[in-house]
Structures are given as structure tokens and as C-alpha cells.
Nanobody, 120 residues
């Protein structure tokens, strides 16, 4: 019964900014990490950024220096601040959570996706 809901996608011009948000809810025992993936037309889904429960972050080389992942003030929330957007960033962005619903249950859960389009 874990649910991840994303928001904040839309159309933006090159060089612009967007902030994506994700909220996880349900029978969550503990969260190990949350992150963002994206899938462009004709391409495989790829990792964009993720953050662990301890606050450690990792980014894809293509977004380093432009994107920032952070935890939200609300419980089980994560944000992706996207600056200096380029057309190659156009994709459906998916929120991911690596979490446990029980002591020995650890799995990945996914949101429904939010469209980001960067175009002039």
C-alpha cells in the first residue's frame, strides 16, 4: 500500500528552472533512500539523483551542477530542483523510494511520473 506522488512537471524554456516534488505514503517501516529517474522517448530509464536517509547524495554526470536533490520538511518527501534546463532533460521523471514495509522487506517503489518538457 505504498504510494508515491510526484508533482511540479511542465513546459519550460531552455535555461529555465523547475522543482519537482515527491511524497511517499502508506505502510512504510523505514526509508533507505529516495531518488529521481527519468525516461526520454526511445531511451531506457536512467538515474538522475538520489539521496539516502543519512543525507548522502549522488547525481548522474549529465545533471551535476544543475540539479539538486533534497529532503522536504514534511515526512517522506523529496525535491528535485532543476536549473539551467536543456532540451536533453526532456523526459518523464519518476520518483523512486527504496524502503521497507517490514523488518525483512526492502523494495523499490515508483511514482506515476511527471512530464518535463524543455523547449523554446
Amino acid at each position: 500500500q505504498v504510494q508515491l506522488v510526484e508533482s511540479g512537471g511542465g513546459l519550460v524554456q531552455p535555461g529555465g528552472s523547475l522543482r519537482l516534488s515527491c511524497a511517499a505514503s502508506g505502510s512504510i517501516f523505514s526509508i533507505y533512500a529516495m531518488g529521481w529517474y527519468r525516461q526520454a522517448p526511445g531511451k531506457q530509464r536512467e538515474l538522475v539523483a538520489h539521496i539516502t536517509s543519512a543525507g548522502s547524495t549522488n547525481y548522474a554526470d549529465s545533471v551535476k551542477g544543475r540539479f539538486t536533490i533534497s529532503k522536504g520538511n514534511a515526512k517522506n518527501t523529496v525535491y528535485l530542483q532543476m536549473n539551467s534546463l536543456i532540451p536533453a532533460d526532456t523526459a518523464v521523471y519518476y520518483c523512486n523510494a527504496n524502503l521497507a514495509t517490514g523488518t525483512w522487506s526492502r523494495n523499490d517503489y515508483w511514482g506515476q511520473g511527471t512530464q518535463v518538457t524543455v523547449s523554446s
